[in-house]
């Protein structure tokens, strides 16, 4: 199994430039990230201090979330909210020329909250329009576009909270795109707070999942300090064939570096 690090969620207790360094110094080859610039389209110097901090630390990028808004301020994603259409669509392809660049193959596009007042029936068309977009664009570099199911408890007016409601947007998407390239990101922590068994969700959908994480249940720890049995969960993503990276998207107890004891293997690369 392979392993990255999500270094907006970890390391945290450094600067943003020097998290991949951090990461490297762990035993870690790769890393992901929720989109890091506070604008959707940041200038040149700003990219390129980013590239150059991944590469200087010797580290892969291989997850990147599109803006998703302001995070901190309870936003979850754009691609379904009419107002904030036109700063997604900018955004793409700014995050498909950092794919480009790094090689990454996994853009995860947050849905978006509910709009009081708005029919959702036309913000889930407008998403499934704005996720064609944005597979489109990646194909020009292999990408695949990467859909989330996210918990009600901590991102409430999300509408996507179960694996079966990201399916259904990413078959849309499919069928209305006519791509191949969107497929589901399977955040096994929101989904088993959410009472799915991850085990189950493997056994059912790993042929769908395009990658995932992890964290454990409920408090978002690291594996070893909730109720995920994630020995289990690893040896079932094993047992189904999943060849991509597992992200440690999780809020480490005590110093990011000291987080890791629970990896059952040194195959970070």
């Known amino acids: 199994m392979r392993y990255d690090v999500n270094l907006s969620i970890l390391f945290t207790e450094l600067p943003l430039l020097e998290r991949p360094a951090a990461a490297r110094a762990a035993g870690f080859e790769a890393v992901e990230l929720w989109w890091p610039f506070p604008v959707p ?8 201090a980013l590239l150059s901090a991944l590469d200087d630390a010797g580290v892969r990028l291989v997850g990147l979330n599109f803006d998703a808004g302001d995070m901190a301020a309870g936003d979850r994603g754009l691609v379904s909210r009419p107002y904030d259409s036109a700063r997604f669509r900018a955004n793409i392809d700014v995050t498909v020329g950092i794919a480009e660049a790094t090689g ?28 064609g977009l944005a597979a489109e664009a990646a194909r020009r570099c292999d990408a695949t576009v990467v859909v989330e ?28 795109a006519g791509t191949g390239n969107v497929a589901f990101l399977a955040d096994l922590y929101h989904l088993a707070r959410m009472g799915e068994d991850p085990l189950t969700v493997i056994g059912r959908h790993a042929p769908d999942f395009g990658h995932v994480q992890i964290a454990d249940v409920p408090g978002r720890g690291q594996p070893g300090t909730g109720d995920l049995a994630y020995a289990d969960v690893l040896a079932a993503l094993e047992a189904a064939g999943y060849t991509g990276f597992v992200g440690l998207e999780y809020r480490p107890v005590g110093p990011s570096a000291d987080s890791f004891g629970w ?7």
Not at 151 to 176: F, K, M, W
């Open 41 to 48: 389209v940041p200038g040149d110097r700003e990219i390129d």
């Open 104 to 131: 990454c193959r996994v853009l995860n596009a947050l849905y978006g909250k509910r709009v009081h007042g708005l029919d959702p029936h036309a913000q889930d068309d407008l998403a499934i329009t704005n996720l």
């Open 149 to 176: 199911a996210l918990n009600s408890h901590e991102n409430a007016g999300y509408p996507l909270t179960s694996s079966h409601a990201a399916l259904s947007v990413i078959d849309r998407v499919r069928d209305q």
């Open 263 to 269: 990896l059952p293997t040194k195959e970070n690369a």
